[in-house]
């Protein structure tokens, strides 16, 4: 069973930090790797970023297919290009806010979302609506924190711990879903200082594709994500083609 | 990890399958039973059956959690006291309607529910809503063969493959969820029959919680399911105070 | 014209204020009694609560088909076992959430709730979307008293009314809903104090059944809330099947 | 107990229709009396004519203010003028849509309309969703009869009641709403011919109105209905200012 | 291209403001004018004014069609009448409260509406509902002057500003809509004071209307808003027959 | 007033007919060219093609900002990289999909949606959504034509209409939306076949533009929407960054 985690943005760290969150729970039948995108912005904090970062991703995930790979996490928290990384690949795709918000969903009434800048929140909450998970989403609360601040600011395990229990007295919630990848580290931390349950996507997604492949399960036959069909391309993405 | 497994119906027959069929993916590092309900109707197809089955599933919870006991599987797709249940387990309950939903909304725009008796479908439809999986559920459809005939009429396979196959072209699915805990021995024939990805709560449930267990996730701690407060009893449900 | 009117917890003295509300408005050609429920916990205030009434309040629905009664109020703000309820009863089953929403929808925008314990405020919720009334319900909220300190907390009245007054204020709504039978004595003193109309659902459920019976409407003939097949049953609750 | 049926046509005949059916239904204990608009058109087949009926319908209401009426019926099947009348009325003001449309609710999962023509199905499906009975509204089905010629064609009842019957089949409801107060006399003819519960909103109306009156409950007094604030009027409408 | 501005209230000083502010907008290549109605109340401030509006915007619609109008905007945010007038014109028909919506809705996540009184809110709550806005719509807030303060009252422009800056504040939202045709000559002013886009409805409205003329799309031609069947008609609204 | 349309896709002969529609609504007062994306796809089919054109469609706007264009049309029907294409420009931004369906919404109940491959169905629906005109989305409808293939199938005309008439009698809908760019020069031809309002969202998205700037209405300075945060870029998108 092999199960690729996809960090797309360009930031190597991130990926490491992502890759140890991952391996701690993938279990010893999986062999995970974590990749960077090869191509597109550093880190993902706008519409602009998330649309820039999917061809890094999808590269990855056809690259991914001429490997072997089986199962793919798509490391970011706006989910990006998922639709069109279930099309190119044989095995699941999730995201990481997929898996955070489902799995979030069977612990109570609701959740809270913690993000980074605010300016996420609107892509949270579109999420939300599009998993079905409108109904447990109680808030969306960002602690302004840049995305790779979270690796460089030395406060910044303590203003996402605060902005947590925060969000959980505001929303009356009974977990917290971490809005970025690169919180996965924080989880446990956070989980001991304000005694909810919290969630990491990346831990939640790797198991989640975990266990669509235990069930043998894989994306549906159904024209709408069936491969794409092939292309003439122009410009620099002519690779993308076939 | 211990996990356990309950059929809320009394037919033990009905029990060894599910626990074959969750024995099949929970992984060598889990331990897994199936127990059947001590008390309650031998099967669960109505609103009455499902209720009348609750004080028996709630009984087994509660042996459940002084055997030590780390999560539990509701194995009846009507999810019966879900809510409940979850008050009582200090680890994650999971129904199987619950889990075949969320996993099959990771393969596409919508499933299709299969399921024994009409009259049964609205109870899927309450519960769709209630997960927030609506949106996903494009049609639920009744075989209209009773739950214990799944086991002894000589053509149950083949009817319930044969629904699948039709709510598949009715709905235009992505996949199909099984709507019985009964057929869940039924999945992979079912799936190289028609073609599309097939899911059985039962096995979806058991990787949901073990998921959940691995993720180190428990319920909210969260007024709502906290412990029920201890109340006087009257009646031969008396033991179910404290 | 026969009603009766099921209290599915076991406290008599609350059967005897819930029977005085409903005979106020019950008309001269009704014949209408309150029972107690033979079997389970004092109060309801969880889910769990919850369950274990039902078979007590379903045993007095089936005693009820026997005598002869009409139409039936289930006394609980939770409308315990009402889809199984109407499964067993010709006539027509209405709970008091369920009569309490409806009601207050006809008298403007919208309503609040004003229930006992908070952990409460989720199953209020539900039913409000079960029936279709979440458009008109504004708000949810708790004084936190038990359901038997009504009866016995000499503040219980000042207590109810000041969060009545409260709700009112922050939901801007039209009406109040009280979240609890052992509140139908205090509706008129509450209505007086505050201003606003206040419905006790045990009075307008009694009506909503009155209504029904003389419009000669009773349950669908459909499918689902056809009398459930019988089954055989195991263990204490054997006299629940046929 | 003083209860006026009012019907927002100007056709005298139908008026009298309207008048026996809630007198059927009304108690000995009401004092229920039906008039007929004094301006607009025979029957309400359009926007236009419901928005037309407005006026005439509005000083009924200001008419029965003086007059000493409890509460009111609006009986046509638009609710024309639901939210001014209440504004008008000191006390309860229901139109036999929503009347008809929640009690259906009571009565299983789903019910269907039958209406006159076709053109006013829209109207049917906006009320139901301000209702919050779109959960419950399974479909609204024309039978391409006026209003007028319920009264007059010799075939109005067999169109009807087969209407009836294929909406039933059609949408697998539980009960059928008639869907004009012109069908009001037809109603137990037609339950009784296709066997599953019809309701007319006239009678429903009634019985909501007097259960209103009965509970004392009365518009609220927050602003969006309180009495509107008096206005300079120009044209012939002038005598509706004050 | 003729496009029509009916103020359905008969006060002649706002249909000039009104006028000024579609004019404005209309381009060299429309005849654009405003209309006062001929009867009914002065402002507009409750259901029953508008209600009573109604008959007087239709006349104008009537009278609009025999002069060879294309197009329509009903310059009163309650959108009065908007379904009847579609029945009434051949060409389109667009209310300022659904082109303010729409056009708010192109600029970002979500819009506060600003309006008159507070009893006013919940009109414009089923208003939003009505055209899909309300996912856009972040809150209603009133500055509780009256329609005809907006014009005498010194101060009002200050508390209208003022009223706007609080409901982007407390909504987090991207732009206002502007809650009452009073308010229209207002717009330019607010948004510099504010900062954010602000939207007048009558404008936004005649461009709207300008669009539909220019795409050469007219109403429907389908069953609902086909021309409203003659009526025999009885009393002061007589000429509204045939 | 400068608005460019931009064809996302990368076939010339597309962007010329784009023009034509556009500029046939545009009016004397507007300077609009139309701009063929430089790399991407030659059609866009499937989310991948989508996910593929955004890179393209972004260069198209950075290079008209430094222009001085005023506001943009993205002229793809799955509305690719809209909310990016909002951070980047200072002016609106419309897709056609986008002001298609809200034109259509003006119009009467509902529309039906007629668009190129089934595949492409889906993204339609989430568009609905996302806009608020999933109540008047009534179906999607595909007929399996290439988009290329518009241009040179010779049967794609008649094709198309009937597609567009057999979704009009199905739905009993009141309008049709084209659901791609390279139908715009249907759009006449299909409205003069079937008699029933079509509207085609290239000429639609350039009047809603051309109405934006009009009332000087720009993108809110809200957070969400401001312009995207500089990044540094790794790999062939590096012209992307800063």
């Not at 279990?27 to 061809?55: F, K, N, Q």
């Not at 997604?205 to 036959?221: D, E, H, I, N």
Request: aromatic content about 4%; proline content about 5%; overall charge negative.
């Amino acid at each position: 069973m092999r199960i690729r985690v996809i960090n797309p943005n360009t930031t190597r760290a991130m990926t490491a930090t992502i890759e140890r969150c991952a391996l701690a729970v993938a279990g010893p039948d999986t062999v995970l790797d974590a990749v960077t995108s090869e191509m597109g912005p550093a880190s993902i904090e706008s519409h602009y970023d998330e649309a820039m970062s999917v061809p890094g991703l999808l590269a990855a995930i056809r690259r991914g297919e001429t490997e072997g790979v089986d199962g793919y996490v798509i490391a970011c928290f706006g989910d990006p290009g998922l639709d069109a990384a279930r099309e190119l690949a044989a095995g699941p795709v999730i995201g990481i806010a997929e898996a955070a918000m489902h799995t979030a969903s069977h612990l109570g009434r609701g959740f809270s979302v913690v993000t980074t800048l605010g300016r996420t929140a609107g892509r949270a909450a579109d999420l939300a609506e599009r998993y079905g998970m409108q109904r447990f989403c109680l808030g969306i609360h960002a602690c302004e924190l840049p995305v790779l601040a979270l690796d460089t600011d030395p406060h910044a395990r303590k203003i996402v711990t605060e902005a947590c229990r925060a969000a959980v007295a505001a929303d009356g919630s009974d977990a917290v879903v971490l809005g970025c990848a690169g919180m996965a580290d924080l989880c446990a931390h956070i989980r001991d200082e304000i005694g909810v349950p919290v969630i990491d996507g990346v831990a939640a997604a790797t198991l989640t594709v975990r266990s669509l492949l235990t069930l043998g399960l894989r994306k549906s036959g159904r024209g709408e994500f069936a491969a794409p069909p092939p292309k003439t391309y122009t410009g620099p993405l002519a690779s993308f083609g076939s």
